[in-house]
């Protein structure tokens, strides 16, 4: 798998992480519960990505550009990692965008300095989230909670891709800007151009979507 750095959501970023869906087996059909009891039709695993080099240096180059394109490096002064999922590409843009690097955590540490927040956070720093996924968006609020109960500032979320079930929606509403590579419906018909999928798993998807 040749390595390329597209311009944000592009044509080609579509394709590339379509086809990373595919090889890695990330996307799956069956009944999965999600975060919440929520049931779902399908799941979209990309916490293997990491475990394919080539996979994940592409996913990386993708998100990084996307980045760079949507948001400039000058509108945030670090970048903070979503547990688990989303740490691994997080740390990843950290590194090449020489920012400092954070994460959260889902539950509060009860011992040592008992935070939620791992990292330095000063008053005031302008903080980029960075998740794998959002689907109803629960952890990414979850996150800016905690960040901002720290002082930081969290204005821009990045995601490769939106499940399209509230996540937007609901970080809007917390004055948060959610950007994603790509969205559930593009991917889903690209895959089934792809022949990746079947007609009755395009639906399948495409219901899920419209019966939030």
Same mark, same amino acid.
């Given at each position: ?6 311009? @944000? ?5 579509? =394709?590339? %992480? ?8 990330? !996307?799956?059909?069956g009944a999965f519960k999600l975060a =919440?009891?929520?049931?779902? #039709? ?10 394919? #080099? ?11 550009? /996307? +980045?760079?394109?949507?948001? @400039? ?9 979503? #547990? ?9 843009? *950290? ?16 011992? @040592? ?15 980029? !989230?960075?998740?794998?996924? +959002? ?8 996150? *800016?909670?905690?960040? $901002? /109960?720290? @002082? =930081? %500032? %969290?204005?821009? *979320?990045?995601?490769? !891709? ?5 996540? $937007?929606?609901?970080?809007?509403? &917390? ?8 969205? &559930?419906?593009? /991917? ?15 639906k399948t998807i495409m219901k899920q979507? $419209? $019966?939030?």
């Amino acid at each position: 798998m040749q390595s390329s750095r597209p311009a @944000g959501r592009t044509e080609g970023a579509t =394709g590339e %992480v379509c086809q990373i869906l595919q090889k890695t087996n990330a !996307l799956e059909f069956g009944a999965f519960k999600l975060a =919440g009891k929520r049931v779902t #039709p399908y799941y979209i695993d990309l916490r293997v990505i990491p475990s394919f #080099p080539d996979a994940f240096h592409v996913v990386s180059d993708i998100l990084e550009a /996307a +980045v760079k394109t949507e948001l @400039g490096t000058e509108s945030f002064d670090r970048v903070a990692g979503i #547990p688990a999922a989303g740490t691994p590409f997080a740390s990843i843009v *950290a590194f090449r965008l020489n920012k400092p690097f954070l994460y959260t955590r889902q539950n509060l540490r009860l011992r @040592g300095r008992e935070r939620r927040v791992e990292g330095v956070l000063m008053p005031g720093d302008r903080v980029l !989230l960075i998740d794998d996924l +959002v689907t109803t968006g629960t952890s990414l609020a979850r996150a *800016a909670t905690y960040i $901002k /109960a720290e @002082g =930081g %500032v %969290v204005s821009d *979320a990045i995601v490769l !891709l939106d499940r399209e079930e509230g996540g $937007k929606e609901r970080l809007e509403n &917390m004055g948060i800007k959610l950007h994603s590579v790509l969205k &559930m419906s593009e /991917a889903a018909r690209r895959l089934f151009e792809m022949d990746a999928i079947d007609e009755d798993q395009l639906k399948t998807i495409m219901k899920q979507i $419209k $019966k939030r």
